[in-house]
Every structure is written in C-alpha cells, then in structure tokens.
C-alpha cells in the first residue's frame, strides 16, 4: 500500500484484508513515530501515556482477521484517547492532574467498551488542557501540569494548541495515530480540529455515553470523533454511538443512533442545500484575511449547487453573547463531586476541595498558572438549587435552541449554518446540538483555517454529508512537515 501516512481507515482495513499490512506493524508504525515525533525530536508532547498493552492487542486483533473473525471497519485499527476517558487497564486516567496521576479507573467508559467490541486498537492516553480548561484563567490551552504543554504542529511554540482535546487533535494531525477520541462542553474539539486542520464532530449531546468519562457539566459534555478526514470520523462516530443506562441523556437518541454513518458519505451532497451564513455572529471576530478566504469557500459551495441564505442571522445571537451565563461553573462542582467521590480511598483527592488543598500542598509542580476557575467553581454549593444556576439554564436552552438555532433554520428552511473556523461554536454548545469542523486551508502565516457546519439536535448525518462533500471539492488538508 500507499505511505501509512495519511492513509484512511478504509485503505489501511483494505490493506489488511489483503494481507499488506497488519494490526501489529501499524501499531508498531505509530508506536515509532511517537517516539521519534513527539518524545523527541519535535517534541509535540501530544501523547501523555502509550499503553503498554498495545502490540498484544494489536496481534489479537491480527489473529481474529486471520480466523475470519473481523468485527468491523475499525478491526485493528489504532485510536488514541483523551486522559479524561476512563480505561481499565495498565493506563492511568488523570485529566492532566498530578491530583489524579496514580488513578487506574476501574471500569472501561461505555464508549471504550464500544471500541473494545469494533475491534479497535487503544493505543495510548492523549495529554489534554487539564481539567478540560476549566482550572483557571490564563493557562495555554493544551497546557496540564502532569503532561506538560502541547505544540501545534503547524507552528510550535508559535500557534495555539486548540481547546482542551488539544493532545488528540495534534496526534491526529501528526500522523500518531489513525483516528482520536475527545470530548467537549465548549469548543474542546471544533477548535483543536480547526488549529491542526482535522477533521472534528461535536455529535449532539446523547449521541455518546458520557459515563467513566472525567465530567466538566453534564449539560453539555460530550465525546466525540477526531480524525484527518470526514469518512474517517463518520466511521468512528458510528462505533462510538449507542444507548447506555449509566447516563440516562443517552435514551433521547434511542433509535436515532445509525451505526453506519458512512452512508451519508455523497460527493454531491451540497446540491440544493440551502445553507444559512450567520455573519452577524462571526463578522467582528474574524481578520480581514479570515473574511476574504471565507468568501472565497461560500463562491465554491455556491458553486456545487448549494443554496446560501445570506445572511441567516441567529436571532438570539447578540443577547446570548452578553448574557454571561454561569451554568459551567455550576455544574462543574456538582459533577466533579460525584465522580471524585467514587475514586479509591488512597487517592489523594475526593473531591473539588480537597483537589484545591492538593494543588496548594504542591503548588510549585501545580499551580504555574493558579487555579482561579476552581476557586470560583468551589465557592457554589454543588447542590445545584442556586437561582442563578437554575434562571441561567433554562436562558442557556431558551436562547440557543427555541430563540437562536432552531428558530433561524424554522424560518429559512435551512439543512445546516456554515461558520468561518468555530465561530458560533458556543451557541451550539449550550444548545447541545451537533457541529462538524472541517479543513478549508491556511492563513498566509501558515496557520490552519477551518470552517464548521451546525444543525439541530441529531442531524449528524446531514452535517456529515454537507462536510464530506465540501472536502471533495478541493482537499484542502496538508500534513505538518515535522521530518
């Protein structure tokens, strides 16, 4: 086959049907470019921990295929995982904390448990903004005290590292492994996708269970697929899906969860979409340079056939923006509570406040940038009856969803809302509904520039096939030079 560099899930699966390639020397590909890539040399710092077990489950996956037993697209194929997702196996499972370094979670996450049954491969742990950027204020994002700082690819040291599923998006972009997983309450994917020019799905809240993942707010988190192309991500989102008694938001997506997104897959996808175009969300936030290589994306979807409905302005937008609401804060301590309460007993943390005393015990190896937003999480009562929190959000659903999304696609009979980079991505967020991040090229600085589709709650498979089709159009993803 091709260079594994870059190579899709189907082409590497198609390769080791053949008998070209197999599980084990994948891995072991990943395993050398991790070591000379981003242990050494570059240093990306991307990978926090590689898992010990990954050959030998690489070779079982190799014996199954040999046996006739092929579980899926995602047999054999290597993923690496955000360090706020629990695996029980020999890989710790901390958010970035040093409060959290000798964690062994007990139990696989229910999305683990999926990959386990498609096949997958889990290679290692990826390093993450700790405590999913919400520590405090003024910490580089990809930054946590037990892995270090993440680079981007693109420009280390120089361009910025993505939300806090940083580590996952540049492994991916780097070619450390096939596809990633990370999670997000509020631009955590987008963002690191649209800065290492990824591909990245913000599935709406429930698509994927959320339980043994580390919470930040129940009301918006999420896992979600991190990969260099849409059909790789669609692969990996259908395996991730699917309903789970341990998180009750999961049975709203009963019988809505595919497990082939690929068949939305269309090259022509964009014909008579109509397509709304927000700017008064995103026209302040952009650079004159950001706006002009937009317009020039909207003539080529124009130019597929889409429909553009231009502008489609979200009602609710500019009252959203000012309203400052404080549901994160919240619902951080509550949720927070709860998980580090069942953690082992010789753990040193059980919960927000004994993982403030921890930090301020070690505050030379915990504390570089402080732990403001911890502090203010803290000072509510986690028992979530606090008027502000309640009045907050149901503002947070009223302004999203009943007066901003859905209201705006009502109107203009829209499939989707198309965004410069992820602009727009915190209306969606407290909506928790569905976005799709794709490449869509570079600044003249180098920086990777991307765009993101959004819809309504479960329209994943529209997004899907809105942004596979603008990536055929002209692939517009170039892989960081690191060699």
């Known amino acids: 086959m091709e260079r594994i560099e870059e190579a899709t899930i189907a082409r590497l699966g198609q390769s080791m049907e053949q008998g070209g390639l197999t599980s084990l020397e994948l891995t072991g590909f990943y395993m050398d470019r991790v070591a000379r890539l981003d242990q050494d040399g570059p240093r990306i710092n991307a990978v926090l921990e590689w898992n010990p077990q990954a050959l030998e489950l690489a070779e079982a996956a190799d014996e199954e295929r040999r046996a006739g037993r092929v579980r899926g697209p995602m047999h054999g194929i290597p993923v690496l995982l955000k360090d706020n997702i629990g695996t029980a196996d020999a ?160 049975a709203a997506s009963a019988g809505r969860n595919a497990s082939d997104f690929t068949a939305c897959l269309d090259r022509d996808g964009l014909r008579g979409a109509r397509i709304g175009i927000p700017r008064q969300v995103y026209h302040d936030s952009q650079t004159a340079e950001e706006l002009a290589l937009f317009e020039s994306l909207l003539e080529d979807i124009a130019a597929a056939g889409a429909v553009l409905v231009d502008p489609a302005d979200i009602p609710s937008a500019r009252e959203l923006a000012s309203h400052h609401s404080e549901v994160l804060r919240y619902e951080f301590k509550a949720d927070l509570n709860a998980y580090l309460s069942q953690l082992p007993a010789e753990l040193p943390v059980h919960s927000l406040k004994e993982l403030i005393a921890f930090n301020e015990a070690h505050a030379e190896k915990t504390l570089r940038y402080g732990q403001s937003t911890l502090l203010w999480a803290e000072e509510t009562s986690g028992r979530l009856t606090e008027p502000r929190y309640l009045l907050d959000r149901l503002a947070d659903l009223r302004l999203s969803r009943t007066e901003g999304i859905d209201r705006v696609m009502q109107e203009h009979r829209l499939d989707a809302l198309l965004f410069p980079h992820t602009a727009g991505d915190d209306i969606a967020a407290k909506a928790g509904y569905p976005s799709v991040a794709v490449p869509a090229g570079y600044r003249r600085d180098g920086s990777p520039f991307g765009v993101m589709f959004t819809g309504t709650a479960y329209a994943e498979p529209v997004l899907i096939r809105l942004a596979y089709a603008f990536e055929q159009l002209n692939p517009r993803r170039i892989a960081p030079v690191l060699e």
């Open 91 to 250: 890989m710790h499972t901390s958010a970035g904390s040093l409060a959290l370094a000798d964690h062994y979670a007990r139990e696989d996450a229910f999305l683990v448990t999926r990959l386990r049954e498609a096949g997958a491969v889990i290679i290692g742990k990826a390093n993450m903004t700790e405590w999913a950027n919400f520590m405090t204020a003024g910490m580089p994002s990809g930054y946590s005290s037990r892995g270090g700082q993440v680079l981007n690819p693109y420009g280390r040291g120089v361009f910025c590292a993505g939300g806090s599923s940083s580590g996952s998006g540049a492994a991916v972009s780097c070619n450390l492994t096939a596809v990633a997983v990370g999670t997000e309450t509020s631009r955590s994917i987008l963002d690191p996708a649209a800065q290492h020019s990824i591909v990245g799905i913000k599935p709406t809240v429930g698509r994927i269970s959320r339980s043994g993942i580390i919470p930040l707010a129940h009301s918006q988190d999420t896992a979600g697929p991190m990969a260099r192309t849409v059909a790789d991500a669609a692969v990996l989102l259908g395996v991730l899906c699917g309903y789970d008694p341990a998180d009750p938001v999961t």
